[in-house]
């Protein structure tokens, strides 16, 4: 008689079976997913799967991997104060009907009040759309586009957070598009993923928070409510022409915000270290306009992940701790848009890719110090 005996799993192979399960998860986002890689990097040990990822100079298959990466990103300016420049920006571009996108929690904060009187001050005329919100929804979304469509900008200004960024970069998009609809762009398998081919009006973006580095990307994230799922739409054609980092807009932060979104930026710093390199990525585009946005570790992109890492680890702690200390949150606003420059070339992976099935999810939690009227988890909690 066979006796069957019942091995127990260690923690460590329980984890890894958990996260091999959720990572096929269906609504997690195509542009933050990752096939296979990093779940198999668990098998290996720490320092052999770092020493496999870092090969860059090794040949891979030559028939079908990509042999090429290119470094995109956003002009920025970065100061204190600089928000009072932007009347200035919009004039020389000759824009003369600028759409403003923000939240209503934000219309009597300094961010808004300095780039409003700056407008006024060159003459630019502008309307302000107010209606985003934290996490936007798709139904948001399309509200934003039809906004657009009516009142027909030459210009974008977006004041806020990654949410008001990136709704600002849909709206640019199909208003130039005016005959596409929202799930053309989305990222396939979810939508069709068309390359985005016409020119979209200047974007210029003014983060109020240190977290998503939106000013720096071609990335807009949203929640999908008919599959339940969050993804977006990634190209480099949508990106802002200009990010004006002024940490003055994200002193006001509360600590439980600051919490979070320096969370986010950790992890697109080190998420974007540990992707897999840019020369083991395929299939090889047949179009260099093909070539995802996202396109793996590379020399260049580390540099701007260590600095952010390092940065973040250092100054985050104290950013939230005491809101006095200014060189604190001055640092954590530069890592901020140093890890948005990794993440819109090196792009992420498995945490992202699993924060999306957790906030699609939540249809009644809270988190603690966001002022909102629905259901939040910070993307950076998540």
């Known amino acids: 008689m066979k006796m069957l005996i019942r091995t127990v799993r260690s923690k460590k ?24 890689k990093a779940v198999g990097a668990g098998l290996k040990s720490a320092a052999s799967t770092m020493l496999a990822q870092r090969a860059f100079g090794a040949s891979r298959n030559a028939v079908e991997a990509d042999y090429a990466f290119e470094m995109s990103f956003s002009s920025i300016r970065y100061g204190l104060g600089v928000t009072r420049e932007v009347g200035y920006d919009f004039k020389h571009l000759g824009a003369d ?44 979304i399309r509200h934003a586009i039809d906004w657009a469509r009516q009142h027909q900008p030459n210009a974008y200004l977006a004041v806020g957070g990654g949410s008001v960024m990136d709704t600002a970069k ?80 994200a002193s006001t932060m509360p600590a439980s915000v600051k919490a979070s979104s320096g969370l986010d930026v950790l992890c697109h710093a080190l998420e974007s270290y540990t992707t897999i390199p840019y020369n083991q990525r395929t299939p090889r585009p047949k179009d260099p306009i093909l070539r995802p946005a996202y396109q793996g570790a590379n020399p260049i992109s580390d540099i701007f992940c260590t600095a ?75």
């Open 308 to 382: 952010a890492m390092k940065l973040i680890v250092e100054y985050l702690p104290r950013s939230v701790k005491d809101p006095e200390d200014f060189v604190a949150q001055e640092q954590t606003v530069l890592a901020a848009t140093l890890a948005g420059i990794c993440l819109n070339n090196s792009g992420v992976h498995l945490a992202h890719g699993l924060s999306y099935p957790l906030s699609s999810q939540n249809k009644g939690y809270k988190h603690y110090g966001y002022e909102v009227d629905h259901p939040i988890i910070p993307h950076g909690v998540t």
């Open 170 to 249: 849909i709206a640019n998009l199909f208003q130039t598009y005016p005959e596409a609809d929202l799930m053309d762009f989305v990222n396939a398998p979810v939508g069709k993923g068309m390359p985005v081919e016409r020119q979209v009006f200047p974007l210029i973006a003014v983060p109020t928070t240190a977290g998503t580095g939106s000013e720096t990307t071609g990335t807009a994230i949203f929640d999908l409510t008919s599959q339940k799922s969050k993804t977006g739409i990634a190209s480099r054609a949508i990106k802002p022409i200009l990010g004006m980092v002024d940490p003055l807009n």
């Open 97 to 140: 009907k600028v759409a403003l996108f923000t939240d209503k929690n934000l219309l009597d904060k300094t961010a808004v009040k300095a780039a409003v009187e700056s407008l006024d001050s060159q003459g630019i005329k502008y309307e302000i759309y107010s209606d985003v919100i934290v996490e936007p929804k798709d139904h948001g």
């Open 13 to 36: 192979q329980a984890a890894l079976s958990l996260l091999k399960h959720a990572q096929k998860h269906p609504p997690a986002c195509p542009c933050h997913g990752c096939t296979g």
